[in-house]
């Protein structure tokens, strides 16, 4: 049931742990593939007892061993690693020995910032000694910040000549809350996860540590391979333990539902690889990020662009429908783009609650996020019914309101109603300043995908023929009008 309003609400924050990615071992580019290699300078540090990376310019396929050996030894006397969040503007850095180390303008510190690979405004923000990493005889690690513009960790400021520990994988931003530049490796606690990662994953894939993103049941970080170290993954990571019990099952149908899958609008799987600790599955590395962010930062997308969007994963869903699998898990943090800025191609991903199912089967399970959620999995005697696919043409109908209107039609923060009444009743909003500009056509789409009534409710087919997305290639002045 949608009602017209003039007030607005926004789309709200995720509740998924986000982190930017950097580079944590050296990626050395094979000759044969030079476009993807850096031919730009990398800012030298002085000699001192930590040291650089091995450049990551181009190199001999016969260097490239060599090349992993010197950073494995360096690597092997080390306590520490900075790794760039940009590495096109910062290189990787080793942190050893007991000495205090400085990083600021100063040619003579042990790292000293490149004038020439930063934008003059980057490089003024840095003070001629910004902060110390230093070792303590405890074994604690600590920064110091001595700047003007500040030093941040995991974008909280330390104030100038406090210090602050470094832990495993926190990120050092420098003159601005946003502006990250390092990622702190601790060798000890490295070490200590490639020891428990499974064997057929080390042997094929070269790690690297940053989270990328964290989830219900895990984190994801790139990964490269390593007979073709251009070649970048995403390898999503679960640990294994009472806490991760109950969702084993559900890595186990994510494996093997994706290995069957080969679709342009789904994210591939390549490999698994399972172990006493953990459980690995290797993906195809989308570089765009999530559709959630997409929206957040840049608002609701332009009809003619929504309906292109929404086409693609109609196309998607109603693949893995045809094969009898429901997502049930369908939401904007789920959805990967080809580009962060100028998307043109979406995908589905984290098939973690996915099933095979039967045309008849029916699902009883309560699973899946809840703003997005479809009436007859929220009615306990409805769900003891169980419910069918359809309960994904629910979830897009969200996806859709939300790329449409930028924000949800059910929302957690309206302090009159209870979210769980608002998605029974399928009471949603047209804020009149948001859709009063958005078609009939669109509006008719998503009523027909938020109908409680899920026999009633369009299904994915039905939907792709809808005149919203049926027609959506069709010039606006040769479009049959709606009545």
């Not at 000890?188 to 070269?206: H, L, Q, S, T, V």
């Not at 997409?294 to 003619?304: I, L, Y």
């Not at 898990?329 to 199912?357: A, C, M, Q, Y």
């Not at 309206?414 to 769980?420: E, F, K, S, T």
């Amino acid at each position: 049931m949608a009602t017209n309003e003039s007030s607005s609400s926004s789309l709200g924050t995720s509740s998924r742990s986000h982190k930017t990615s950097s580079s944590l071992e050296p990626t050395p580019q094979s000759s044969s593939n030079p476009t993807t290699s850096s031919s730009e300078p990398t800012p030298q540090s002085s000699n001192s007892a930590s040291q650089s990376l091995p450049s990551t310019k181009p190199i001999e396929e016969e260097d490239y061993q060599e090349q992993i050996a010197t950073a494995n030894n360096i690597q092997n006397q080390a306590w520490g690693q900075l790794n760039p969040v940009n590495p096109v503007r910062y290189s990787a850095f080793i942190l050893s020995g007991d000495t205090e180390m400085k990083f600021g303008r100063h040619p003579d510190h042990d790292y000293a910032f490149d004038k020439e690979m930063l934008t003059q405004q980057e490089y003024l923000n840095i003070s001629k000694t910004h902060f110390t990493i230093k070792k303590d005889a405890d074994g604690s690690i600590n920064i110091k910040d001595l700047s003007s513009n500040g030093t941040f960790v995991n974008r909280t400021k330390i104030g100038k000549n406090n210090t602050y520990p470094l832990t495993h994988l926190c990120v050092i931003g420098m003159g601005l809350p946003n502006h990250d530049v390092f990622t702190f490796i601790n060798m000890a606690e490295k070490k200590k996860e490639e020891e428990r990662m499974p064997e057929g994953f080390k042997e094929k894939y070269i790690l690297e540590h940053m989270i990328l993103g964290e989830g219900r049941q895990g984190c994801v970080k790139k990964c490269f391979l390593k007979e073709q170290p251009n070649r970048k993954f995403a390898v999503k990571v679960l640990t294994k333990g009472r806490s991760l019990d109950s969702h084993i099952s559900d890595f186990s149908y994510e494996a093997s539902i994706l290995s069957s899958v080969e679709h342009e609008y789904i994210v591939k799987v390549f490999d698994c690889f399972e172990n006493e600790h953990y459980l690995y599955m290797v993906m195809e590395f989308v570089q765009g990020g999530e559709l959630f962010d997409f929206v957040k930062n840049k608002g609701a997308v332009d009809e003619r662009r929504a309906a292109k969007f929404f086409k693609q994963l109609l196309e998607g869903v109603a693949y893995l429908h045809a094969k009898g699998i429901t997502h049930r898990d369908l939401k904007p943090e789920n959805i990967l783009l080809n580009h962060k800025d100028n998307p043109s191609i979406l995908k589905v991903t984290d098939f973690g609650l996915s099933r095979f199912v039967s045309e008849t089967s029916l699902m009883e399970s309560l699973v899946g996020t809840h703003s997005y959620l479809a009436p007859e999995i929220l009615s306990p005697s409805k769900r003891a019914k169980g419910y069918t696919k359809k309960v994904d043409s629910w979830s897009l109908g969200c996806i859709l309101f939300i790329l449409l209107g930028g924000y949800p039609p059910f929302s957690s923060e309206d302090p009159d109603h209870d979210l769980d009444t608002l998605i029974m009743k399928g009471s949603f909003t047209f804020h009149e300043e948001r859709w009063a500009h958005i078609s009939q056509n669109a509006k008719e789409l998503v009523q027909g995908l938020l109908t409680v009534n899920e026999e009633d409710r369009l299904s994915v087919s039905e939907a792709l023929e809808h005149p919203f997305i049926a027609e959506s290639d069709v010039p606006p002045t040769k479009r049959r009008k709606s009545s």
